[in-house]
């Protein structure tokens, strides 16, 4: 005993009703912190998205780490648009290079044979412009 009067030491009984609260609302960012850890960590792919100077989207899709080195390359499924947000484009990447897969199409929505939007950056990932 110190002799001093322990009656300021309040008594705690747990979590208080305003503590679980808080932590119940932090359960879903740990979720995602806990879910994009593993896309990053894990299996490398990452969701991309590049944007026009205008600010809308010009590519969407994802990249995949190539080891350690924090070089990205765009792998998967990839959708490119034209400045006006109408569909320019969609098809695949496997490690940076475009498939045969793809389609294109002009602005009013025809099918169109060939576009630049692949000779221009094709292995670049994620690049914001």
Same mark, same amino acid.
């Given at each position: 005993?110190?002799?001093? %009067?322990?009656? /300021?030491?309040?008594?705690?009984?747990?979590?208080?009703?305003? =503590?679980? *609260?808080?932590?119940?609302?932090?359960? %879903?960012?740990?979720? &995602?912190?806990?879910?994009?850890?593993?896309?990053?960590?894990?299996?490398?792919? &990452?969701?991309?998205?590049?944007?026009?100077?205008?600010?809308?989207?010009? !590519?969407?899709?994802?990249?995949?780490?190539?080891?350690?080195?924090?070089?990205?390359?765009? /792998?998967? =499924?990839? =959708?490119?648009? /034209?400045?006006?947000?109408? %569909?320019?484009?969609?098809?695949?990447?496997? @490690?940076?290079?475009? *498939? !045969?897969?793809?389609?294109?199409?002009?602005?009013?929505?025809?099918?169109?044979?060939?576009?630049? /939007? &692949?000779?221009?950056?094709? @292995?670049? !990932?994620? !690049?914001?412009?």
């Amino acid at each position: 005993m110190s002799g001093y %009067p322990d009656s /300021h030491l309040a008594r705690r009984d747990g979590f208080g009703p305003f =503590r679980k *609260q808080k932590l119940i609302a932090l359960i %879903p960012v740990a979720i &995602l912190l806990g879910w994009f850890s593993y896309l990053w960590i894990v299996s490398g792919v &990452l969701v991309s998205e590049e944007r026009y100077p205008s600010g809308r989207i010009k !590519a969407e899709g994802y990249v995949k780490r190539l080891g350690w080195t924090g070089e990205y390359r765009r /792998h998967g =499924r990839w =959708r490119i648009y /034209h400045e006006s947000g109408r %569909p320019a484009g969609e098809g695949t990447y496997l @490690n940076g290079e475009p *498939q !045969a897969d793809w389609v294109f199409w002009d602005e009013s929505g025809r099918v169109v044979t060939d576009s630049p /939007h &692949l000779t221009t950056r094709s @292995n670049e !990932a994620g !690049a914001t412009d």
